[in-house]
């Protein structure tokens, strides 16, 4: 399945996506796709019936009568945390600078820099170097604490959704502290258009990526050269913290990013951000003024 959510900012409703041009209204079924949702075993219910609305032919289509679309929200609900995993592709790595780790670097962002896949990301005040990183995240199904193996993480993945991980490079390498300082302005993390469940995905380990800016490609990679995959990160959070279902996990972007350029490049007020991941949908956002 892929779960969706749409209308205006802080009303969105879930649906499921049935293919281009339609979809699924579930919003009578579940308020929304947040945490509740996943801890009750959301999941197990809505594919019953979905199918059954797809039978009857209880599909709606995304553009109305009038041609107008609704905006797309985020996937989820706004989660209890967003954990990022740093430098995550060798390649990337060494574009930063920076050795491959030997373990997952973990940094956090607030949960309150989730925004809809074509929402604007407003660049912050006193920015200077604003950078974008197209990465795969995953969303957390059910509680999860000390689990055994990373092969017992399969369990705990609800599904896995385009993020962009927009980061201030200044804020964050050049004003001390941790990475969270660059990584937390509002609108600062982009998702969707849609989560799509596991059984939808082939080889999590396979996904071409890519991001474009102003129509030039800046980023181009796969999955396949992360140094952690998801289940191994999954497995390894759970030692140190406890993953709430809805939980949203960065797992870390390939190179091409603004820092990595010769010389360094980044966004400016109009820059247009397009990317995307093979099977989990495109996203298109405009960098607008501080406030």
Same mark, same amino acid.
């Given at each position: $399945?892929k779960l ?6 802080g009303?969105?409703r879930?649906? @499921?996506?049935v293919d281009?041009d ?9 308020p929304?796709f947040?945490?509740?949702f996943? &801890?009750?075993?959301? $999941?197990r219910? *809505? ?6 609305r797809i039978?009857a032919?209880? @599909?709606?289509p995304?553009?109305g009568?009038?041609?107008s679309r609704e905006?797309?929200g985020a ?5 209890h945390?967003i954990l990022?995993?740093? *430098?995550?592709?060798s390649?990337?790595a060494?574009?930063s600078g920076m ?8 940094f956090?962002k607030? =949960?309150n #820099?989730?925004v809809?896949?074509d ?5 912050p005040r006193? %920015? #200077?170097?604003?950078?974008?990183e197209?990465?795969l /995240?995953?969303v957390i ?7 055994? %193996? =990373?092969?017992q993480?399969?369990?705990h993945?609800a599904?896995?959704? @385009?993020v962009?991980?927009?980061?201030e490079?200044a +804020?964050q390498?050049?004003r001390s502290?941790?990475?969270?300082? /660059?990584?937390s302005a509002e609108?600062?993390n982009p ?6 469940t596991?059984?939808?995905? =082939? ?5 071409? $990526?890519?991001l474009d800016?102003?129509?030039?490609? &800046?980023q181009t990679?796969s999955?396949?050269?992360?140094? +952690?995959d998801? *289940?191994?990160?999954v497995?390894y959070l759970s030692?140190f913290l406890?993953?709430e279902p809805g ?6 972007t390939?190179?091409g990013?603004?820092? /990595?350029? #010769?010389?360094p ?5 109009g820059d247009?951000m397009?990317?995307g991941?093979?099977g989990?949908? #495109?996203?298109r ?6 406030r």
């Amino acid at each position: $399945m892929k779960l969706m959510r749409l209308g205006p900012a802080g009303s969105e409703r879930p649906v @499921v996506r049935v293919d281009d041009d339609h979809f699924v209204d579930v919003s009578d079924i579940t308020p929304d796709f947040d945490e509740r949702f996943f &801890r009750d075993g959301g $999941m197990r219910e *809505l594919e019953s019936v979905v199918a059954e609305r797809i039978a009857a032919g209880r @599909v709606h289509p995304f553009i109305g009568s009038d041609g107008s679309r609704e905006r797309v929200g985020a996937p989820i609900g706004r989660p209890h945390q967003i954990l990022c995993i740093g *430098l995550n592709y060798s390649d990337h790595a060494a574009e930063s600078g920076m050795p491959v780790p030997d373990e997952p670097i973990l940094f956090t962002k607030s =949960p309150n #820099t989730l925004v809809g896949p074509d929402d604007d990301v407003r660049m912050p005040r006193g %920015s #200077t170097k604003l950078d974008w990183e197209v990465e795969l /995240g995953v969303v957390i199904g059910k509680r999860t604490s000390y689990l055994d %193996s =990373p092969e017992q993480a399969r369990d705990h993945i609800a599904g896995y959704v @385009v993020v962009n991980d927009v980061s201030e490079r200044a +804020f964050q390498i050049e004003r001390s502290g941790q990475w969270s300082k /660059g990584k937390s302005a509002e609108t600062f993390n982009p998702a969707g258009p849609w989560l799509v469940t596991p059984d939808e995905v =082939p080889d999590v380990m396979d996904l071409g $990526m890519w991001l474009d800016v102003n129509r030039q490609r &800046r980023q181009t990679g796969s999955t396949a050269t992360m140094v +952690f995959d998801p *289940l191994v990160i999954v497995h390894y959070l759970s030692q140190f913290l406890v993953l709430e279902p809805g939980d949203l996990i960065n797992t870390g972007t390939p190179p091409g990013v603004g820092l /990595g350029m #010769t010389p360094p490049t980044y966004l400016q007020i109009g820059d247009v951000m397009e990317l995307g991941i093979d099977g989990l949908g #495109t996203q298109r956002q405009t960098v607008i003024a501080p406030r």
